[in-house]
């Protein structure tokens, strides 16, 4: 659908546009898997001049996930720390809620939990004010309302919901404790980024390999994700 708006906009439509359409083609790679993609599709926006397009909040998110699964920490600390000023400065509760979800999660996984609950909570805060723009992220602010028992928050707001959508159905099965149940869902999607994120969290929170745990391995072995492998390992060996 994103190529197909971006041939059009291409046609027709201002530059503002076609780098709008070129934005949600990055989170689409991003989204199926084709991490190297999304990876050089988001750089090539970034850089070029001019003004800042619609997106950028969601190609920096990406650049900041890949660049932490991959082991590049120093990068991901630098991409996480330009996404939440972004997202402030947009100010958007559109924005906040998933940008800060994703960062809230990020910022967990390198070890920072005060950091994480900090962000966590501006971004429910901004799903509250926004409460029909359930994204792919809030999977991310899921796993972090588990990991730091702020789950009832997340349901309550899930609750008030307009519309429900995979990701709804997906985060509400993280809070209860079914990762299992959530990673099912997220690839049946064609989510399978979160779908492995959910499936590894779900394997760390238990403390013992899951059955959805040799997915998400294979998952990250095909985009080269070595710090999650680790993370994996870790779990294997035990």
């Known amino acids: ?13 201002s530059d503002e546009w076609r780098l709008w359409f070129l934005s949600a083609i990055v989170d689409d790679d991003f989204y199926a898997g084709a991490w190297d993609r999304a990876q050089s599709g988001a750089e090539a926006i970034m850089a070029r001049p001019g003004a800042r397009p619609i997106a950028d909040n969601t190609l920096i998110g990406v650049l900041a996930t890949i660049a932490a699964a991959r082991g590049e920490q120093s990068v991901a600390d630098a991409h996480l720390a330009a996404l939440a000023a972004r ?20 910022a967990l996984d390198s070890g920072d939990a005060a950091r994480a609950a900090d962000y966590l909570g501006d971004s429910l805060v901004a799903l509250l004010d926004s409460i029909s723009n359930i994204t ?5 602010a899921a796993i972090v309302a588990a990991a730091i028992d702020r ?9 008030e919901a307009i519309s429900q959508t ?12 079914r990762f299992e149940e959530a990673g099912d869902i997220l690839e049946a999607h064609g989510d399978l980024s979160h779908a492995a994120l959910v499936r590894l969290a779900g394997a760390e929170r238990a403390g013992h390999v899951t059955p959805g745990l040799q997915k998400a391995i294979a998952f990250y072995e095909s985009v ?11 779990l294997t060996a035990v």
Do not use: C, K, Y
């Open 87 to 106: 997202a402030r400065e947009i100010g958007d509760p559109q924005v906040i809620h998933p940008a800060l979800a994703r960062a809230a999660r990020l």
């Open 136 to 140: 792919p992220e809030t999977i991310e």
């Open 151 to 159: 789950g009832p928050e997340l349901l309550s707001a899930l609750a």
């Open 224 to 234: 080269g994700a070595e710090a999650s492998l680790a993370r994996a390992a870790a």
């Open 166 to 177: 995979p990701w709804a159905e997906a985060s509400a099965e993280i809070v209860e404790g």
């Open 1 to 13: 659908m994103n190529r197909a708006g971006l041939e059009v906009a291409e046609r027709f439509t």
